[in-house]
């Protein structure tokens, strides 16, 4: 039905428009065209409608541009003093970890005399170094970096200005 | 021209690479270079899906605003107006949606051909004069201002997008938050009314 060509002409201009129209489509809409008025101007009033979008002009206040210029600064420096010191959290954590690891190195040489003191036997002993002491150390010193920082993002939050 | 299509592709990663690592570190600098370079658009854009001037100042500070506190969500693999934009969607709904329960668009909108279950509320009319007939440039642009101004946002929103920020159907479809049929749909709705007013313009002749 000539209709239907008509309204699949159309959609086909509307997806050409649109950037939707695969090669085969434009090809028969291009040898459709050169015969067909109607679509012709349908093409032409939909173009026309597009190229009149760019008739405005939305010129940005200056004053505007200025003043997100001045909250952007304000609010950068406002984060700067708020945001976690990822350095200083870095710092801390490797400090934390280097004394674990010569207290583990200590507790371990005087475990001898620990045994000897508490009366038990050296295996023993070891266990309870290991356990109650060593263990609960390494366990902190390398949780600490992400305890530092969410305590960190926590106080940020708090300090944010809404 | 498939080798200077590769080369363009290369320029503009490299461009939302330096977007991406600035905005992480938080530069300054570069933020505002940003604004320099995109305030414009982001007017326009807020203006299309507004459909008023008031409130857009506003909204335009505080995208900004939000680019510089969210900027470590941008990474650089798509380009930077899209994420742009989609900040200063959400910031526009969440806008109307404390001034009141309306709504720019919601999953149901596009599947009903009944215009009153989105229609803008009368409340939020403005006697203020049409920011489309103030930015009037062209005689063409003049026919257009009216059907802009009573055209519901989310087709104004589409056509901006497309035809103005030359956004692709995926992007468009990412910043929308509908699919991409729904978007065409929205493009074809437009166009459809604009197209209108020029016939009805010519049959008036």
Redesign the interface.
């Known amino acids: 039905m000539q209709t239907d060509l008509h309204n699949e002409m159309r959609q086909i201009i ?1 997806n050409s ?4 129209a695969s090669p085969e489509q434009q090809q028969a809409l291009r040898k459709h065209l050169l015969e067909c008025a109607a679509c012709q101007k ?1 093409a032409s ?2 173009r ?14 200056p004053g ?2 200025e ?3 001045a ?3 304000l ?2 420096q406002q ?2 003093t708020t ?1 976690p010191n990822r350095k200083r959290i870095l710092q801390i954590s490797l400090a934390a970890l280097l004394l674990t690891i010569v207290g583990s190195f200590a507790a371990l040489q005087v475990n001898g005399a620990l045994a000897a003191a508490l009366h038990l036997p050296l295996v023993q002993a070891q266990a309870g170094l290991v356990t109650l002491w060593i263990a609960p150390s390494w366990c902190f010193a390398l949780l600490l970096p992400a305890l530092l920082l969410v305590s960190a993002r926590s106080a940020n939050r708090k300090g944010q200005i809404i | 021209m498939l080798e200077c299509d590769e080369i363009m592709a290369e320029a503009l990663t490299t461009d939302t690479q330096r977007i991406a690592r600035g905005l992480r570190h ?1 530069d ?1 600098a570069l ?2 270079e940003l ?2 370079q995109y ?2 658009r982001l ?2 854009y807020l ?1 299309y899906l507004l459909g008023r001037r008031d409130s857009v ?1 506003d909204l ?2 505080e995208t ?2 939000r680019v ?2 969210r900027g470590r969500s941008y990474n650089g693999s798509s380009r930077f107006e899209p994420w742009l934009f989609t900040i200063a969607r959400n910031l526009t709904i969440d806008h109307l949606r404390k001034r009141r329960n309306f709504s720019l668009d919601s999953g149901n909108h596009d599947s009903s051909d009944d215009p009153e279950q989105h229609r803008e509320p009368a409340f939020l009319a403005s006697s203020a004069p049409s ?2 007939e103030l ?11 009216h059907t802009l101004d009573t055209l519901e946002p989310i087709y104004r929103e589409a ?2 997008l ?3 920020e030359e956004l ?2 995926q992007e468009m479809s990412a910043v929308m938050g509908v699919p991409l049929t729904t978007v ?1 749909s929205r ?2 709705r437009g ?1 459809a009314s ?2 209108s ?3 009805g313009d010519e049959h008036a002749n």
């Open positions: 509307d428009l649109v950037g939707e349908y009033d939909s026309r409608a597009i190229v009149s979008l760019n008739g405005f002009s939305f010129a940005a206040d505007l541009t003043k997100v210029h909250a952007l600064a609010r950068a984060l700067q945001r | 938080g300054v933020l505002h604004v320099e305030q414009f007017v326009r203006i100042d335009v500070q900004w605003l510089l506190e920011p489309f930015a009037v440039r062209t005689e063409e642009a003049h026919r257009i201002a056509l901006v497309r035809f103005q692709s159907l065409s493009i074809y166009l604009l197209r007013q020029m016939e």
